[in-house]
């Protein structure tokens, strides 16, 4: 009895280490021809370490972006600000003693060609003030550029240079980008030219808080590639290549970077620059309603199942809203197809918006969902 029983342990045993051993080989047999024919590029196998429970693992390795960023780089210039220091004396102790000969205030930042014939976009704290403006390639040649218009709600600047045939940055879809997906950095920190940095997309549809209670139109892209004073107005870009953002503003104790980068959308600064060359100005729809964003307390109240999209807590009279039949307690949740998480998301997408034009608001209302046409 007991060597039936011995023998009958030392088959179980034999089979179960075959077995092992023919399914680990079926498994590197299998990577192997999926690494061969290109289904799992730059991929090697990881073994588990000796005594743990085997597992066989796909290990990916980081692209290469050296093809974007040697693409997009000679897009990147050199944006250089002079604000005239104010001449003569400013006191009665000036005229009594004389004064000193003040001197100009000398600025810079980095900014992103988005047309052959000279446009280029950057921030509008870069060049806010400016009595000079001197725009450098990235094959150092120097061009004095003209102020088309500004946006202080976004944040962004047009320049033109007069110039023709320049490398222009391909303008990509910042709705398409992925939470973690790897973007690029472009510009000039510390006035270090032509500088890139990695990092991935850490957020979006972000805003920060409003100090000057000035209007602002947030919706910032969050990155945690390094960004540095210097590298305002320069681009974000994808692996493609293609501008996904203006890089604009970073959150740090001590002014230098510290793991949190903030951009303008690419979506936004199409609708801004093209304004600015058709209309000499930025329109802007207004919807004319005040909002908040979902908390959990009004999830649960509303039966809610997910905190996004925004409450109407207000509709103006005579506004797009009234007009279009938005209430006060609607929960818009899209707007043209597009979700809407927050507040900053809604501002995103109207800003996109021009007065005449409508837009496809759709809500919740009373536990139904209504799809409502707002001319603007």
Same mark, same amino acid.
């Given at each position: 009895?007991?060597r039936?029983?011995?023998? &009958? ?5 034999l089979?179960?280490?075959? +077995?092992?051993?023919?399914?680990d ?14 289904d &799992?590029? /730059? ?13 066989? %693992? ?17 897009t ?14 400013s006191?009665?102790?000036?005229l ?8 100009? #205030?000398?600025?810079m ?16 704290? %870069? ?14 040649? +120097? ?7 500004? @946006? ?15 490398p222009?940055?391909a303008l990509?879809?910042? @709705?398409?980008?992925? &939470? ?25 549809g /972000? ?14 892209? #969050?990155?945690?590639?390094? %960004? ?8 974000l ?14 959150i740090?104790l ?14 936004? %600064?199409?609708?801004i620059?093209?304004?600015?060359? /058709?209309?000499?100005?930025? $329109? ?24 996004e ?27 043209n ?9 809604? #501002? ?5 918006? /021009? ?9 919740? $209302? ?11």
């Open positions: 009895m007991k039936n029983t011995l023998f &009958l342990l030392i088959t179980l045993l089979s179960l280490t075959i +077995s092992w051993l023919v399914a080989k079926v498994v590197e047999t299998k990577l192997s021809e999926a690494i061969a024919g290109g &799992l590029e /730059r991929s090697s196998i990881v073994s588990a370490a000796p005594g743990a429970t085997h597992r066989t %693992v796909i290990k990916t390795e980081m692209g290469d972006f050296s093809d974007a960023a040697e693409t997009a780089v000679h990147v210039v050199y944006v250089k600000v002079v604000k005239r220091a104010a001449k003569g004396p006191s009665i102790m000036d009594i003693f004389g004064f000193a000969t003040p001197k100009d #205030q000398v600025g930042g980095s900014g992103v060609i988005i047309r052959e014939d000279g446009y280029i976009v950057t921030n509008n704290h %870069v060049i806010a003030g400016a009595d000079q403006i001197e725009v450098t390639l990235e094959n150092n040649k +120097s061009y004095p550029a003209k102020l088309v218009g500004t @946006d202080p709600a976004t944040d962004i600047a047009l320049l033109k240079i007069e110039e023709d045939s320049l222009a940055i990509g879809d910042s @709705d398409h980008l992925r &939470l973690g997906e790897w973007v690029l950095a472009i510009g000039s920190p510390y006035d270090l030219r032509s500088t890139i940095t990695a990092g991935i997309v850490s957020a979006k /972000r805003s920060l808080p409003n100090y000057d209670g000035q209007y602002r139109v947030e919706s910032f892209i #969050q990155t945690d590639a390094a %960004v540095n004073p210097g590298n305002s107005g320069g681009a870009i994808n692996t493609l290549g293609e501008l996904v953002g203006i890089n604009t503003s970073i740090s001590t002014g230098s970077y510290a793991g949190y980068a903030f951009a303008v959308p690419v979506n936004i %600064v199409k609708k620059t093209e304004d600015f060359i /058709r209309y000499g100005e930025v $329109r802007r729809a207004i919807l004319g309603i005040s909002m908040t964003d979902i908390t959990d307390s009004m999830a649960r109240q509303f039966n809610l199942k997910s905190m999209g925004v409450y109407v807590a207000e509709v103006q009279p005579n506004s797009a809203a009234d007009k279009g039949g938005i209430k006060v307690g609607d929960i818009i949740t899209e707007i197809l597009n979700r809407v998480r927050n507040g900053a998301a809604v #501002q995103e997408q109207m800003n996109r918006l /021009r007065p005449g034009e409508q837009a496809v608001i759709t809500a919740k $209302r009373g536990g139904k969902q209504i799809e409502l046409i707002v001319s603007l």
